[in-house]
């Protein structure tokens, strides 16, 4: 029985779990075990702790041979790609954000000078871009944690992830789920990756009864924008794919300066199969526009 490797809190159990139970509906019953990371034990700014903190500890179990599947949320994985492991995207949440603020407010309700609670570069540059008096303050910890300041009166709101909440069943308390167009999602979220040793022929072939390809396409070229940029997941750096009936991909990207003084945007469209490309595109078009002075000034 292959050995799902999960991080222990609730949302990614939960994300974990509908990996299992995915797998098992496809004749591959499975169990989960739980991989303490970096990412659990130190609660500082990601972005001070570095890329991979969420990630490190659940590959080197797959790679010590401690379980066979790991679990990630896509986003936290560095962009370069490893040969060790072979990785399918199974169908992917909604990637927006979400505002969970008191009193059922949206952003633009928000009174002047409002303290939201988020840690991520991408979300304070959104916010200081859309509202540019409110105050920001870096937030860590699980989905109570994080909801929880905001119902003890703590923070007027929080951003989350849209997908989280859908998760673990609560995205009914989002007070305003944005327009993924207008606030841009993270490159990959929603997306979950699912890995396994590349040696592993028996478990590649498990998961793959449960990839789906257009939700792969879409994540991977919202980070190939983020690899060309050399930007880390902690950069604010934004992107969305979307990919219509006719199997034609849309991409937006943009890089955004912190503190919501300037925006670049870049858009691009074509053939799925031309995802790369897309994502490349895209790319060369905001390191055309400056992105990289925005990015070095971040």
């Known amino acids: ?30 169990e989960l075990r739980i991989v303490t990371t970096t990412g659990d034990v130190n609660l500082a700014p990601v972005e001070r702790i570095g890329v991979g903190v969420f990630t490190q500890a659940l590959r080197d179990s797959l790679l010590a041979g401690e379980c066979d599947i790991a679990v990630h949320s896509f986003k936290d994985l560095p962009t370069a790609v490893d040969e060790r492991f072979h990785l399918v995207v199974p169908h992917r ?12 407010l949206t952003l633009a309700e928000l009174p002047t ?34 909801m929880a300041k905001v119902h ?9 992830a849209y997908a989280g909440l859908s998760r673990v069943h609560r995205a009914d308390e989002a007070t305003e789920v944005f327009d993924p167009l207008e606030f841009l999602p993270a490159p990959a979220q929603g997306a979950l990756a699912v890995e396994c ?3 592993d022929a028996d478990t590649i072939a498990a998961i793959t009864t449960i990839a789906d390809p257009k939700a792969y396409a879409c994540a991977h070229t919202e980070r190939v924008v983020l690899a060309r940029l050399e930007a880390g997941c902690t950069a604010p750096v934004a992107a969305y794919a979307t990919v219509a009936a006719d199997n034609i991909m849309t991409l937006h ?12 945007r870049a858009t691009a469209a074509g053939p799925i199969d031309t995802a790369e490309n897309l994502g490349m595109t895209v790319a ?15």
Request: hydrophobic share 45%; with cysteine; charged share 20%.
């Open 253 to 264: 990207a943009a890089v955004i300066a912190v503190d919501g003084s300037a925006t670049l």
């Open 93 to 104: 949440e909604n990637a927006r954000d979400c505002l969970i603020a008191r009193n059922n």
């Open 197 to 199: 040793r590349a040696d």
């Open 152 to 160: 003890d009166g703590e923070l007027d709101a929080v951003v989350l």
């Open 113 to 146: 000078g409002a303290v939201v609670g988020t840690g991520a570069p991408r979300r304070i540059a959104q916010l200081k871009a859309l509202r540019p008096d409110i105050h920001t303050v870096p937030l860590r910890g699980n989905i109570d944690t994080r």
């Open 284 to 298: 060369r078009a905001l390191l055309d526009d400056g992105a990289s002075s925005l990015l070095a000034a971040s």
């Open 1 to 30: 029985m292959p050995i799902i490797g999960t991080r222990g809190s609730l949302l990614a159990t939960t994300q974990a779990g509908h990996v299992r139970d995915a797998l098992t509906s496809h004749g591959y019953p499975s």
